[in-house]
């Protein structure tokens, strides 16, 4: 998947995608990534959170596309 990525963008991704390898990759391939740090680490990250709130419109734009597909297949 980090392969696949394009370099000089940013990254936006839940909690579950929080570890410091993944973090040293996308810095390696020079992509910010704007990932809340789970609730046990020991030393928080900083991140954007305006841009992450951003994150919930594009989780419900694809709740909705599933919602729209269960009603088209009926």
Known sequence: MLEAL???STLIADRGCDSNW???ALAEKDIEPCIPPTRNRKTPIAYDKALYR?????????AKLKDW??????
Do not use: I, L, P, Y
């Open 69 to 74: 597909r269960r009603n088209a297949t009926r």
């Open 54 to 62: 951003q994150h919930h419109k594009v989780e419900n734009m694809f």
């Open 6 to 8: 394009s370099s000089g």
């Open 22 to 24: 993944f973090r040293e």
